[in-house]
Structure formats: C-alpha cells, structure tokens
C-alpha cells in the first residue's frame, strides 16, 4: 500500500533522520550485495555520511530533498546538482546523487515521490536528462532506475566488494 509522502527541500533540522535512513538504506543494500556486517557498522563512517548531508544543504549548487509521511515522519533523502564526471555535460544533464528510503518505507511510494521531484527539477531547469551511478551489485536499486526508465550508459568506477558502479543516464526528451 502506497502512503501519502510529501517531498520538501532538506534542512538542517533534517540532517539526524537523513543521516539515519542513508546509513540503513546503505546496510540494507549493501548487506543484500554480499558486503560484511562489520564494514557497515563502521561510526566513523556515519559520520562521513553525516558531514556529507551537511556539505549537501549548505551547498549553492547542490539540493537536498527529503519526503516525509502525512504524520511528517522523514522516510527519504535525495541529493542532486551538477554532474561530477568531465564527459557529461553540465549544460545538459544534472546529477542524482543519492537517493535513499528508509528500509522499513520500502514500496510505499517514497521512492517514486524522490525520483518523481528530481525529473520535475531537471525539466525545469530546462535539462534535457539525468544521470546517476548505481551500485552494480544492488539489484533493488538498479530495477527502481530501469522501470523509471534510466539506461546504463558504459560508464564505471570501482566500487565496495569487487561491484562496480554504473552510470545510468535518463533522457527526459
């Protein structure tokens, strides 16, 4: 059953729950991707993460969102801005950097509600596309982006655990 979600801009009251959901989402994901219990409890990475929300909302190029329930419970975290890697063109595409459901909101519609504000962003902005990197060994992720009709467009990097990430590219037009 899908909830009724609201997708708002992230502020810096936001930044403990967005903090928490990315670090479950991630263990979730990456656990289900064969990675170690004990590299994901990793506090010192919770903190990277934390710092990385912070760097995020206080960025003038970067926009953080997040979506809430009706009860305004925060389920989900979304960064985007410009693309990161030199061959895509900034005059063109914008990047969606993370986007993150808390496990236990999985399939209510949090998800669809991120990536349906980041398309609205692009459009916009008058972006003809997106693009975005996906853990190659995180199926979930990989079929959210595939039914919203994102492409694998040859780009990787290495990633944890012998996985690559894949660049995926959307074009809206």
């Not at 926009?63 to 979304?78: D, F, I, P, Q």
């Not at 694998?152 to 809206?172: E, K, Q, T």
Request: glycine letters at 12%.
């Amino acid at each position: 059953m899908k909830d009724s979600i609201r997708v708002r801009v992230a502020s810096t009251e936001d930044v403990e729950a967005m903090t928490d959901i990315h670090t479950r989402a991630r263990s979730a994901y990456y656990a289900a991707g064969g990675m170690a219990a004990e590299v994901l409890a990793d506090p010192v990475a919770r903190g990277k993460r934390r710092k990385g929300w912070v760097r995020v909302i206080a960025s003038p190029d970067m926009t953080a969102l997040c979506a809430e329930t009706s009860e305004g419970r925060v389920v989900g975290a979304l960064a985007m801005g410009p693309p990161k890697d030199a061959d895509v063109d900034a005059a063109v595409y914008r990047q969606l950097f993370q986007i993150h459901v808390h496990p236990d909101a999985w399939g209510r519609g949090a998800g669809d509600a991120l990536h349906s504000a980041f398309t609205d962003w692009i459009a916009v902005g008058g972006f003809a596309g997106g693009v975005l990197e996906a853990w190659e060994a995180n199926a979930r992720a990989r079929s959210f982006y595939i039914k919203h009709g994102w492409c694998v467009d040859g780009g990787r990097r290495p990633g944890p655990g012998g996985a690559d990430y894949v660049r995926m590219r959307l074009r809206l037009s």
